[in-house]
Each structure stands twice: as structure tokens, then as C-alpha cells.
């Protein structure tokens, strides 16, 4: 059932991509995913064109890839079909490793492979199947590290962030968070002796790195002169386009009281809109129940977190720490719902992992590693 789950998602994306590249284009395939292609197909012409830049990178990749082969949006499609393949095996072995049921893995799988909206944006020209499969071995590198199995992870771990930071700026600071995240838990792990005065020490100086990353990224990494409050107040009246889908019209963030008290509210209506009442047209619908099984896994995951022994709490806290920073990073730039089903993507596998993860297999399964699965390795080995 679990391989079935995994195939059937792979034909249905197939048949998407083969109906955007000769007969499309198909839903999605429209707007940024053209304008990826015809990048690419510009640089692949006229490789002077090239800009190596956050954003465009992908671009650029597609370009080098229909400069060896040929400029079909098909062949643009299939790519990211692989790559989403690519990041459903990474999950299973995520799965594996926190010793997730046969059933919870079949379950999530099947929600990984046939969610409507990753069927839509994960067979086109467009970054969210890269940033699936970058996020979903970043994190599986991650869990490795923290597991302490071994220290060969960490240029692994290296590689995802960097493969992600470049795909989109949003992710790039995700990225830098997850490597401060990461460094001040191993920090405090490796200490001897565990005293309250370490510990706050420690915390203090990731908090401190993480704001110097934040400093950063607005800064520098946008070129912009402003603060962060300012930087965000920006990025979303630069993407208002008085859409159907829109739903922060009237908010304005004029200091950084207003940006934290913002906060909750920005992410509760990435997460959550359209609101039933705000159904207009018939996609809304499909949208509105992603967003209820989005909150039946986010139940899952503060009711199974009782449950779990003690040696799998803390790497489950792991996960959802990231999950929630990244749906964070995302709330504060998304302005309607229609972006914000693309944008719930990339941290798709984090949020099943710990939504499924409470599931009880035998202590025998946790410390051999995981159930193995013959289609995708043994434990430990490389993809």
C-alpha cells in the first residue's frame, strides 16, 4: 500500500506534466511557471543572460539542462515530477528513522502523494519540488546529527540548506535559522556539565546569531535600507494586486510592536484562509479542506506529543520547531490564499512527520532504527 501510495502520486503528476508540455497549459502552469521556462530557455539561447541570483537559480539550472537537451516545457515538468519522487523517498527514510507505524507512513504518504494542490504545483515549472526535496533531506540530515549516529551528516545537512537557500529568499533565512537551531542544540548537548548559567549562555548567543541572520537577510540579501518591520510592510504591497484571494487588506505594520503583534494573527490566516465564509469560487472549496485536514495534523501533533517516549520527544520538538519557523517566515511576505496553497508545500514533510510520529511501534523498532523498507535502502545508507 505504501508503494502504491508513492507510484500513484508519481503517474498522477506524469499525466499532469504531459498534459502541461503538449496540450496544456494546465492549472498552475501559468504566471511564475512561464516565467521560469522562458528564463530558461533565454540562458539556455544565450548564456550571457545568465543571473545567478537568489529566485532565479532554478532558472538558470533548466537553462543548463535545455542547453544539453532540448527547451521542452515537458522535459521542465518531469524534472520537478523527479524531484518530488526524490523528496517522497527522503521522507520514508525520515519515516523509518522515528519509527512511524505501517500504517501512520502509508497514511502520510498517501496524503504527500495525492494533496491536490503538491499534484498541481509539483508537476510544472516551478521551485516547490526542489524546496520539498531540499527541506525534506535537510531535516533528515538534521534528525541524523541530533541523533548523534554520525558527524558524516553534516555536509549533507550543508548541501540542503545551501540547495534551498538559493531556490527562493524566504527559505534562504529559513536555512540560516535551522543551521543557528541546529549548532545551539548540539552546543548544549555537548556540554559535560549542564548548569542553568550555560545553558542561558548558550541560548543567548544562537538568539543573537539568529537576529544577526535576520539583520542580514533584510539588509544585505535584499539590498534593502530599512527595518524589518519596514522590509515586510514592502514585500507585500509590492505583491497586493487586489487579487480575489487577498485577506490583509487594511493591516499596516508601522514598527515592530505592530509586526509582533501581527505575528499570530499573520500566521493564522496562512494557515487557515479561506474561511468558509469567504468562499467565492469553486478552488476555494478544494483549499478549504486542505485546511481542515491541515488542522486535524497540527491536532495530531499536540495530542501525540503526550504519547511519545522520552528518546522521541525531543527529536519530534525538533521538527515541529523548524515546521513552525518556516510556516512563520512564510506568513509574514504571503498576502492570499491562492500563494499561500503553494507556500505550505515546501514544509509539506515536516508537517507529517510530526503528525504521525506518536504512532507506537516496539522499543526493539526505535533502537534498530526504523522498520526497513526494501524499495528505498536500508537505514542509514545513502539515497
Not at 521551485?127 to 541530533?146: D, G, H, K, P, V
Request: glycine share 8%; aromatic share 14%.
Amino acid at each position: 500500500m505504501f508503494r502504491r501510495a508513492f507510484w500513484f502520486g508519481v503517474i498522477l503528476r506524469l499525466a499532469v506534466a504531459i498534459w502541461n508540455g503538449f496540450f496544456g497549459p494546465s492549472y498552475g502552469a501559468d504566471l511564475d511557471a512561464v516565467t521560469f521556462h522562458r528564463a530558461a530557455v533565454d540562458y539556455a539561447s544565450d548564456l550571457a543572460l545568465r543571473r545567478p541570483e537568489i529566485g532565479f537559480i532554478y532558472s538558470d539550472f533548466l537553462g543548463l539542462i535545455y542547453m544539453l537537451t532540448t527547451d521542452s516545457i515537458f522535459l521542465g515538468s518531469l524534472l520537478s515530477v523527479v524531484a518530488w519522487a526524490a523528496s517522497a523517498i527522503v521522507l520514508a527514510r525520515t519515516m523509518r528513522l522515528l519509527s512511524i507505524s505501517r500504517w501512520g507512513q502509508v497514511e502520510a504518504m498517501l496524503i504527500y502523494a495525492l494533496l491536490p494542490s503538491s499534484i498541481i504545483y509539483t508537476s510544472v515549472t516551478l521551485r516547490e519540488a526542489y524546496e520539498m526535496l531540499f527541506i525534506n533531506l535537510a531535516i533528515y540530515a538534521a534528525l541524523q546529527i541530533y541523533r548523534g549516529v554520525n558527524w558524516k551528516y553534516w555536509p549533507g545537512f550543508a548541501l540542503a540548506i545551501a540547495g534551498v537557500g538559493v531556490l527562493h529568499g524566504a527559505l534562504l533565512a529559513f536555512g540560516m535559522l535551522m543551521v543557528i537551531a541546529l549548532g545551539t542544540v548540539m552546543a548544549l548537548r555537548s556540554c559535560r556539565v549542564v548548569s542553568p548559567s550555560r545553558v542561558a549562555m548558550i541560548a543567548v548567543a544562537g538568539l543573537g546569531l539568529s537576529l544577526l541572520g535576520f539583520w542580514w537577510f533584510t539588509s544585505v540579501s535584499y539590498n534593502l535600507r530599512h527595518s524589518l518591520p519596514a522590509t515586510v510592510e514592502i514585500h507585500r504591497r509590492a505583491t497586493l494586486a487586489g487579487a480575489r484571494s487577498e485577506y490583509i487588506e487594511g493591516v499596516s505594520l508601522n514598527g515592530m510592536p505592530a509586526l509582533i503583534a501581527y505575528l499570530p494573527v499573520a500566521l493564522f490566516q496562512y494557515l487557515f484562509e479561506p474561511m468558509p465564509w469567504h468562499v467565492s469560487a469553486l478552488v476555494d472549496l478544494e483549499l478549504v479542506a486542505e485546511n481542515l485536514l491541515r488542522a486535524y495534523l497540527l491536532w495530531r501533533i499536540v495530542k501525540g506529543l503526550r504519547y511519545l517516549p522520552a528518546e522521541r520527544r525531543s527529536l519530534v520538538w525538533v521538527v515541529v520547531f523548524f515546521y513552525l519557523v518556516l510556516e512563520l517566515i512564510w506568513s509574514m511576505g504571503t498576502v492570499n490564499w491562492g500563494t499561500a496553497a503553494r507556500h505550505h508545500l515546501p514544509g509539506l514533510g515536516l508537517l507529517l512527520v510530526a503528525a504521525y510520529v506518536h504512532s507506537r511501534p516496539s522499543r526493539r523498532t526505535w533502537e534498530r532504527g526504523g522498520e526497513p523498507a526494501r524499495w528505498a535502502g536500508r537505514e542509514g545508507h545513502a539515497l
